[in-house]
């Protein structure tokens, strides 16, 4: 007997079938406990059964399985709206300017200043020459790999050792490649406990030994003959991976999924309002007659030009002759609420692409002070998640150790292990005096130091201060005194007084001496 199954998801099991042979009414019974105790057990609303759950399609299979199944034409969809939606296209640019900008600095950490500039002098150069195919340096780099993460789900940095040349010793260089290259159709489960899974190889222990990555593009325009069909081991310490992980995952997706039908839906709403629109300017009026002894009353239904021949497309201006004597013009329908059902549309969009609405539309009408600067700090937030646990490790770092190792090898720097710092870019300040004011108080009470008042702007503080010191001594040199120089000009703009005594402490400066009389 085939199993019946309530929309509740409780079976009809052999109990109820053993009993509904002697007394259907009492299996009927006992079924409808069982679904009543069921429904108690559910705490969750979202985990109840019911008609109203019926379109609800669920899946319980793991995250690899998923990205297995649909990464491909996501990739492909998301890439298209990219190249064709507008909203699409500011989403990745707002995204990549504030996770990368003007670039994430390293700043070597040995504890020797002098080693410290002699690797981030020695970095700075490299960082020049650092893409193998020559379009940027390693700062454009971070943004193109940010770039293809964000559109394309995954992205990878191949090591590319080269001939070393007399201005640059180092034998290093870096090279993107787009998450095609990747063969995620080879699978291979060994009997050593080793896999492929996706184009990825592991060891017995899960982590990652290799790539299985084609050379050339499969949706290339290379030649047949002389493209490479052929996917090649690459080992997984040759290449950096950018991707972020939503689940335990080993790929990523595009981030703008969420937002991928939504966006689609709009396109397609605003073209059939626009096609509507056209349609009705094209005809202006049509000719009618009352009359039943008008000869044209008895012609075939349609529309005629002026020499009776059948028009069967609308052209604009037209006006239609349907052979008789009264016009009626055409009123084109008023639409009401467009741009309120496009802005909520963008903010459903918006909020797909984690972004805020205004950065998305450009539209800061709707926007005032306090919620746009409420909207950018939990903006920042992610932003600034994204750069410390995904960029930074994934693909600053890697690069950074292939550096030193290269460096190391040449005879350039003392070992193969270098700390870093890395300095995000410093984002735009949306009120500057009250941020400036802050920042000096807590560094005035002792918060936070000067060191990390500089380093979150995105520079090194003992660069800073060399600069500042240099300035000083040209600026004293040739006699001159600056507004913004603190050691001669009050903040008020006035000439700081000499102390009496000899002290370095300047006149009205701390606190007075308790021990003094004030009447003297």
């Known amino acids: 007997m085939a199993q019946r199954v309530n929309d509740t998801g409780v079976k009809w099991g052999w109990q109820e079938r053993v009993l509904e042979v002697f007394s259907a009414k009492a299996a009927r019974r006992r079924y409808a406990d069982r679904i009543s105790s069921n429904q108690l057990r559910r705490a969750y609303d979202g985990a109840s059964k019911g008609r109203l759950k019926d379109g609800w399609r669920t899946s319980a299979t793991s995250a690899d399985a998923e990205i297995a199944a649909a990464g491909s034409l996501l990739r492909d969809r998301m890439r298209d709206l990219v190249r064709n939606n507008p909203l699409a296209a500011q989403a990745v640019q707002v995204l990549v300017n504030n996770m990368v900008g003007d670039g994430i600095r390293p700043r070597a950490k040995t504890g020797d200043p002098e080693a410290d500039k002699k690797i ?111 996917s090649v081991r690459i080992p997984a310490d040759r290449v950096a991976h950018l991707f972020e992980r939503q689940r335990v995952q080993s790929r990523g997706v595009p981030w703008g999924v969420p937002a991928m039908t939504a966006m689609r839906d709009l396109d397609d709403w605003r073209l059939a309002e626009m096609v509507r629109k056209k349609t009705e300017a094209c005809l202006v009026a049509v000719v009618l007659s009352h009359d039943p002894t008008d000869p044209g009353v008895n012609v075939e239904p349609g529309v005629y030009d002026s020499e009776g021949q059948l028009q069967e497309k609308f052209s604009p201006g037209m006006i239609a002759n349907a052979n008789g004597k009264d016009i009626k013009f055409n009123s084109p329908a008023h639409t009401g609420g467009i741009r309120e059902w496009n802005v909520v549309q963008g903010q459903a969009i918006a909020a797909g692409w984690r972004v805020p609405y205004a950065l998305v539309s450009s539209d800061f009408s709707q926007a005032n002070f306090s919620s746009n600067r409420a909207g950018l700090n939990e903006f920042r937030r992610m932003v600034t998640e994204i750069q410390w646990h995904v960029i930074i490790p994934m693909f600053c770092q890697r690069i950074w150790d292939w550096f030193c190792e290269a460096a190391w090898t040449a005879g350039l720097i003392p070992s193969a292990s270098i700390p870093v710092e890395w300095a995000p870019p410093k984002f735009e300040s949306v009120n500057p005096w009250q941020d400036a004011q802050t920042d000096l108080l807590e560094t005035r009470a002792g918060f936070s130091s000067l060191a990390q008042q500089i380093g979150k702007r995105g520079w090194d503080m003992r660069t800073v201060l060399e600069e500042y010191s240099e300035t000083n001594e040209i600026v004293d040199g040739l006699g001159l005194v600056l507004d913004s120089d603190p050691r001669k000009v009050t903040r008020q703009g006035m000439f700081q007084s000499e102390p009496q005594d000899g002290s370095t402490d300047t006149e009205g400066d701390g606190p007075p001496d308790p021990k003094s009389n004030p009447e003297d």
């Open 120 to 230: 981030n002098d020695l970095f700075e150069k490299w960082s020049k020459g650092a893409d193998a195919h020559g379009h940027t340096d390693f700062y454009g780099l971070q943004a193109l790999a940010v770039r293809e993460m964000i559109e394309g789900g995954d992205l990878f940095g191949m090591k590319r050792p080269r001939k070393a040349v007399k201005d640059l010793p180092i034998r290093l260089q870096v090279e993107l490649f787009e998450a095609d290259h990747l063969d995620d159709s080879r699978q291979d489960y060994r009997n050593d406990d080793t896999r492929i899974d996706q184009g990825i190889e592991y060891d017995r222990n899960g982590r990652r030994a290799a790539y299985w990555m084609f050379p050339d593009h499969p949706g290339g325009n290379t030649s047949a003959f002389r493209r490479k069909f052929e």
